[in-house]
């Protein structure tokens, strides 16, 4: 399945660059904002909140934008003998560059605030009982730097169509904060605590998910 998506994106992709691939510096250079969104792919913070681009086109070259993409809902995981539900937001929000070395083919980079608001559920282990439980307001903070290479194609009316072949992605810094809001039969304070904090630092690796690929981007330039 994997193998049949990653032939058709290479396909499509293909495609729009014979297509559109002798004009996209010019219509590039004629534009002087874009909106656009991310649609898919294989980065994680994309797909559970996915962003809206306002960029500003400085020339051919270079398109500098602000993003922000918001999710609210529930969540769950397992972290180091703990059990956990969240039920919250999570936003990010950050800049972004892209430098086009040539006609479509472009180096991205960025730098996202993305943050967890939720209220957690912990569970000492997955075979406790029900009753047995902990429940925190949890933040967890993540400045987070990417870097990625990708195409960007533009047609003369606006359209864009973009991917990122691969990014990689790291936390400058990650920070976490809860207060307990309420106990059920477990007596261990500093095992509560421990599960809050794991809690928080496996947010923060989903908000820093080091690897992604074929990440979609549509866009219109005008």
């Known amino acids: 399945m994997m193998k049949r998506f990653s032939l058709s994106l290479f396909a499509l992709a293909f495609s729009v660059n014979l297509a559109l691939a002798a004009d996209s510096a010019a219509n590039r250079s004629k534009s002087i904002l874009?909106?656009?969104?991310?649609?898919?792919?294989?980065?994680?913070?994309?797909?559970?909140?996915?962003?809206?681009?306002?960029?500003?086109?400085?020339?051919?070259?270079?398109?500098?934008?602000?993003?922000?993409?918001?999710?609210?809902?529930?969540?769950?995981?397992?972290?180091n003998g703990y059990t956990f539900e969240t039920d919250g937001e999570y936003k990010s929000q950050g800049i972004a560059a892209r430098w086009f070395t040539g006609n479509s083919f472009n180096i991205f980079l960025a730098l996202h605030q993305r943050t967890w608001d939720v209220s957690l559920t912990a569970w000492p282990d997955q075979d406790a009982s029900p009753s047995v439980f902990a429940i925190y307001d949890l933040t967890a903070k993540a400045t987070v730097a990417t870097l990625a290479i990708g195409n960007q194609w533009q047609a003369d009316w606006g359209g864009v169509f973009g991917v990122d072949w691969i990014s990689v992605a790291t936390a400058v810094s990650a920070e976490s904060s809860y207060e307990p809001k309420g106990i059920s039969g477990w007596g261990d304070a500093s095992d509560r605590e421990k599960a809050a904090r794991d809690a928080g630092d496996y947010l923060n690796l989903i908000s820093a998910a080091?690897?992604?690929?074929?990440?979609l981007y549509l866009a219109y330039s005008f």
């Open 34 to 79: 874009q909106l656009g969104t991310s649609t898919s792919g294989g980065n994680v913070s994309n797909n559970i909140a996915p962003p809206a681009t306002l960029a500003f086109h400085f020339n051919n070259k270079l398109i500098l934008g602000l993003e922000q993409g918001i999710f609210e809902g529930e969540t769950e995981g397992e972290s």
């Open 210 to 215: 080091p690897f992604g690929a074929f990440n």
